[in-house]
């Protein structure tokens, strides 16, 4: 007996000396003995749980123009009060607060990612760690990666913005239950980690109602709400492409090989490389072409500028080759009479050669008193004699600079103009 009683008095004193120890552990097992996550923590249940919500941008981590896809890396904070985990600090040694992980079973409000990409998913609470103060006030912090559905339009690429969103909603639970609310009128910055190719231009927060109709599904007989307010948080973030890397690496590789392009019109017939150089700047710019294409984005909302201004450059290297091939063959054809007036006009319009232009008008014009039939002939000879086919290649080639140069600067204004406005 006296063995017994020698036991029981070790034992409690050894169970004093741990409460005085572990002070925590004795709060922890008061505030969550009988503890019970399935019931909203309120003591009036007519109340909703008011849960205010922040959210804090760490990373932009990839924008899938063909998954139309925002990938971004997340902080999420939570504050809500929950009536059940109360206590009296003076009586646990002073403590304010505790830090509990998740799975010491809290009741967590139902939130989730409205416009996840393939459903619908939780914010990462699993993971997070919870501190709990003596007034009841809950704070939840984690760090997850999100990947949201965006719209993404990619007609200015490399000079198009785009606009995304992330919707924190409710699974199930009604304002009437849990009422969220943003913590900020918009998304933190303060922990963002700046990227090479994406720069954040503006973040909003919009809170919005959606009222849906119960009554259509639920008796009248056993509920007396018809309407039901479901609240969503949208966070939007506008982000700017930046345009330095893919200017140097796509735009300026293209105008520059379009400059060589049309080169071909100051190379002669008799240097031998007349057709060589347009063929050889044509295979280079159609590879090329072919590599920048294949690595600018999708569009949802048509065909890009650059990859219309790209195509347009392969047709006017085509074309370029094409009056190469032209300009050969009137140097090296044998010139027939009906065609000498044409090309004597032509020939002088481009030298300005304004004394031979007067003479072969002289000679097209009807004769007069004051033209012989021996000064016709003396002009008619003299133009023939002074036209040659390196005349006639040379205002050939002379006029198709003009005009594709001209179609060119167009183009390339054009298609600046779209691309910054």
């Known amino acids: 007996m006296t063995l ?14 741990c409460e005085l120890e572990f002070p925590e552990l004795e709060l922890q097992n008061k505030i969550f003995k009988g503890y019970n996550t399935n019931v909203r923590p309120v003591n009036n249940y007519s109340k909703p749980v008011i849960v205010t ?24 904070n939570l504050y809500w009060y929950d009536d059940s985990l109360q206590w009296n600090k003076s009586e646990f040694n002073g403590i304010n607060n505790i830090e509990i992980s998740y799975n010491r079973n809290v009741w967590i409000p139902d939130l989730m990612i409205y416009n996840a990409v393939e459903k619908p998913e939780d914010l990462g609470i699993n993971d997070a760690f919870i501190r709990l103060n003596n ?39 009604s304002d009437l239950e849990i009422d969220i609310r943003p913590l900020e009128k918009y998304v933190n910055m303060n922990e963002y980690v700046e990227i090479a190719e994406w720069k954040i231009e503006d973040t909003s927060v919009k809170t919005t109602v959606d009222p849906i109709n119960i009554s259509v599904f639920v008796d009248t007989d056993i509920s007396s709400v018809d309407v039901i307010n479901y609240t969503s948080i949208t966070y939007t973030l506008t982000l700017q492409r930046s345009c330095k890397l893919c200017f140097f690496n796509n735009i300026l590789p293209v105008m520059v090989l379009a400059a060589l392009n049309f080169l071909t019109f100051f190379v002669h017939c008799e240097s031998g490389e007349k057709l060589s150089y347009p063929i050889a700047m044509f295979l280079t710019l159609a590879v090329f072409l ?18 219309s201004y790209v195509t347009f450059q392969l047709a006017v290297s085509a074309m370029i080759l094409l009056c190469a091939i032209i ?15 044409r090309a004597c006009r032509l020939t002088r319009c481009f030298r300005h050669q304004q004394m031979e232009i007067k003479e072969c008008k002289n000679y097209n014009a009807t004769p007069t008193e004051n033209h012989t039939d021996t000064k016709q002939s003396e ?25 594709l140069g001209l179609c060119e600067l167009i183009a390339t204004t054009t298609f600046i103009v779209l691309i910054l406005k």
């Not at 941008?57 to 999420?76: A, D, P």
């Not at 939840?140 to 969103?165: G, H, L, S």
């Open 4 to 17: 017994y009683v020698i036991l029981v008095f070790t034992f409690l004193i050894q169970t004093a000396v």
């Open 53 to 76: 919500v922040g959210l804090t941008l760490r990373k932009v981590l990839h924008l899938n123009e063909i998954r139309q896809s925002f990938k971004s890396t997340i902080n999420v």
């Open 135 to 173: 007034n009841g006030q809950i704070y939840v912090w984690t760090q997850t990666n999100f990947e949201t559905a965006c719209e993404i339009k990619t007609k200015k690429y490399p000079y198009d913005m785009q606009v995304c969103d992330i919707v924190i909603t409710k699974f199930m639970s």
């Open 290 to 307: 072919t590599i920048i294409t294949r690595s600018l984005p999708e569009s949802i909302d048509g065909v890009s500028y650059l990859s």
């Open 327 to 341: 300009s050969l063959q009137i140097h090296h054809k044998k010139r027939k009479s009906k065609a000498q007036n």
């Open 379 to 403: 002009t008619a000879s003299q133009c023939n004699e002074n036209l040659k086919s390196e005349d006639l290649s040379y205002a050939f080639d002379k006029l198709m600079f003009s005009v």
